[in-house]
């Protein structure tokens, strides 16, 4: 029974379709695997939305004069290789996953490679249906892009959708240097679901505003997992998920899901575009 329970946890969390990079299966209690019969949404105003704008104010600019209009401006030095140091981790040790949910990192982090300047726009919210902010999910990696492309856009690169989240100053979580459950849709161990019929636990975008990176992006940690592309992979190995969803998972910006390929939907895919900035794209 036990081996059972720990099979159905690990096709709870993570599916078992792959190897995934960086991100594993967390032990989900016993009561996790019993079916809720009803999800509560936390709700959002278009005032806690219209905030985000801030970002767009502490960089000196507006909508009207941003190279990226609606969406948010991201540029800077993006460090490819980066060395954050765990001083504490959140599970008592002995536990089977005691180094893997870190509590406090080391402060500063550690660039191992030549930064490079990024300049691009990326979406400020989780792509979600206008009438009540609930993010889109069960989209999958080809449907994504075809949502994004249909707007102008595209999907985020990983290494866009990793500067977005952590800035320049590197931030092993969108929000800083130490773990806050409270701060994001994240940590939740009890009514998940069973296998194949996941609970819904997603709220709506910008209804955590402390979820929020340097640059002023709403739920780049836990909420709905976001498609994005490995540059320079093929087909099957380029298309993962990051920020992953509300399961007590690892939520770093470098963390990622692998192994679903392309065509996986599920309750907790969802969708965020970018596109080139107007920068960008004058200096082509």
């Given amino acids: 029974m036990r081996k059972r329970l720990v099979l159905l946890a690990c096709v709870v969390t993570c599916g078992c379709r792959g190897r995934a990079e960086e ?25 806690s939305i219209d ?6 104010a502490r960089l000196g600019t507006s909508v009207a004069t941003s190279p990226c209009g609606e969406m948010v401006h991201v540029h800077g030095d ?22 893997f949910r870190c509590a406090r990192y080391a402060r500063p982090a550690t660039c191992k490679a030549p930064r490079r300047s990024l300049d691009f726009c990326i979406a400020r919210t989780e792509e ?16 994504a892009t075809r949502i994004c492309r249909a707007q102008g856009a595209r999907l985020c690169t990983a290494s866009e959708w990793q ?12 929000y800083g240097f130490e773990r806050d459950s409270s701060a994001c849709n994240v940590d939740i161990a009890a009514g998940l679901g ?40 093929p087909r099957g190995t380029r298309e993962v998920m990051k920020g992953s969803w509300w399961i007590p998972g690892k939520h770093t910006c470098r963390a990622q899901q692998a192994g679903h390929g392309d065509s996986y939907g599920g309750t907790e895919t969802g969708v965020r575009c970018c596109r080139d900035s107007n920068a960008t794209l004058a200096s082509r």
């Fill in 163 to 174: 500067f977005a989240c952590e800035g320049e100053e590197m931030r092993p979580y969108a």
């Fill in 78 to 99: 993006y460090c490819p290789t980066v060395e954050h140091k765990c001083l504490a981790w959140l599970d008592p040790p002995g536990d089977r996953y005691e180094h």
């Fill in 23 to 47: 991100t594993r299966p967390v032990p989900v209690p016993r009561a996790a695997l019993v079916l809720a019969t009803s999800t509560t949404l936390e709700p959002a105003s278009a005032s």
């Fill in 51 to 56: 905030a985000g704008s801030g970002a767009a």
């Fill in 128 to 143: 979600h249906d206008p009438g009540t902010l609930v993010p889109v999910n069960r989209a999958s990696w080809t449907e």
């Fill in 194 to 233: 069973r296998v194949g019929r996941l609970v819904d636990h997603r709220v709506a975008v910008g209804s955590k505003p402390r979820c929020t990176s340097a640059f002023g992006v709403f739920d780049m940690a836990g909420n709905v997992d976001e498609w994005v592309t490995l540059e320079g992979l």
